[in-house]
């Protein structure tokens, strides 16, 4: 197998500014039962940027979430997020911290006992933001996410999509500085999962929020890697044959607890790596 | 088809068991504490108070007359042997009053509560909510555990309270209408034997069960793995737990208040 495009070794000994990121993670490794999910993970993610995380099922694509929103804590390596070391916080520091943070998860974890408006403005009534504040506020990222008319109704009445798409309503609704999807576009129909991927790409290209977004479909990300929010016209366009890969996302590739790929749509179009090459043929 | 057998080591046994004590240690603890730090969530607890006090009210009524009517009906028949029929009050109010009364509560409202907060916090646990809510900034012990160990501790006071009097009702019904025992006396002999140590047993009781229901169930629920079967197993652990945990707890807080202010 030929070497990785971009060595995980060079980025490791990169870190330089921790704070210049949105996310980095510094030689992370985590192990559940003796069972090594992650070995040695190095990454860091741009303000402004996507990125996309690939890997076959099991290979801790989760867990790395999990891990940048403090949710799970390494056995060895340091994390940064928003340019703050979380690995030794509290988890009283890690509640303000995720106030930054939007999180999308993979089955949507909504809470079933409260209707789609109380998910949505949860996290305002807890900041004890007024309730027509909350109201107005939960409205516009509802309109934002096309699912306006569900305001009133409980998530066991929505299908997988709109669940999908309320948890983004939920995610963003504060104007997080970086969102977190977990396979948003998993279990879906084509036509479902492309109104998610505008979703992204709408919140990526309009509020340039730094996103890490796991996912194990390659052509929600080339779609991504070929397609840029119009605001004018509300709906993702392609781009120009020219201009394709020239949006803020870059990739990553995990196998076997490791990074083996970390760069751009170029680079990962050239690869010469056999497992990349077959994973993206 | 063949079973296989898995051997456990007794020492690994022992060491699952102190981590869990020290699991439920700090989540009482640190629920406990957040009494102290705002913000409180009273809303969420008087929900919890409706759940599980109005929610349980019907049982309580329908097994404190049950118990205070089987207690009389059983008593009577020795009491009489020794022309003591009168004595029949006296016996049914220290009864239930100190024993009876805060117990069968507890195990009923442990029952029907525990098993519901476990399943509740596991399905929750299972299904990524836990970790979503800690995602949104919001500490769930603060959120779901603390509201539910005060509305239980709460709730529980007032309906043994309840199931004392209802059990006190019952014991009346046959006295009177089975063994002739007149009203006056009755209700005269119920009330003179009481004595504060007596009352005082029969309240400290129910906040100790209630706070061991509470605990017991969101431990269990919170600790939850293995899906929905794992939802399941945690719900009759947490029913388990908490009935061995009250009748444990009972006896020595019955001694210790003998300790205490002394045998009668």
Known sequence: MSAPTLPVE?????????????????????????????NGISFRLPHGETKAVFGVAGSGKSTLLKLAIGLLRPDSGRIFVLGEEITHMSEQELFELRRRVGIVFQESALFDSLKVYENVG??????????????????????????????????????????????????????PEVLLYDSPTGGLDPVTSNTIVELIVKQRDVYKTSSLMVTHRLQDAFTMATHYFDKAANKMVALPRGQRCEVPLSFLILRDGKVIFDGDAHQLATSRDEYIREYIS | MAFELELISPIEVA??????????????????????????????????ADLIGVGSLPIVVLTGLSVGALLALNSASTLQQFGGISLIGRLVSIGMVTELGPLITGLMVAGR??????????????????DAMRALG?????????????????????????????????????AHLIFGVDTQQYWTTTWQILVFRDVFTGLIKPVLFGFIIATVGCYYGMSTQGGTQGVGRSTTQAVVASSVLILVMDFFVTKLIFAVFGYR
Do not use: H, W
């Not at chain 1, 060079?10 to 992650?38: M, Q, R, T, W």
């Not at chain 2, 919001?138 to 004392?164: E, S």
């Open chain 2, 113 to 130: 509560n525990a098993s519901g907060m476990a399943s509740e916090l596991g399905s929750m646990i299972v299904t990524e909510q836990i």
């Open chain 2, 138 to 174: 919001t500490d769930p012990t603060k959120k779901l555990v603390t509201p539910r160990i005060g509305a239980t501790a709460f709730m529980l006071f007032f309906l043994t309270i309840i199931a004392d009097l209802l059990g006190l009702i019952g014991g009346y019904a046959v």
């Open chain 1, 122 to 175: 949860f996290r305002l009534a807890e900041e004890k933001v007024p309730a027509d504040e909350i109201e107005r506020r939960v409205r516009e990222v509802l309109r934002f996410v096309e699912l306006e008319r569900t305001y009133d109704m409980y998530p066991s009445e929505l299908s997988g999509g709109m669940r999908r798409r309320v948890a983004i309503a939920r995610a963003i609704i504060t104007d």
């Open chain 2, 15 to 48: 060491k699952d068991f102190a981590l869990a004590v020290q699991e439920y240690t700090l989540l009482s603890a640190q629920s406990v504490a957040n009494f102290f730090r705002r913000p409180l969530y009273m809303g969420d607890m008087l929900q919890q």
């Open chain 1, 10 to 38: 060079d980025s490791a000994v990169a870190v330089v500014n921790p704070s210049g990121y949105a996310i980095e993670f510094d030689n992370v490794c985590i192990a559940f039962d003796e069972k090594v999910v992650l």
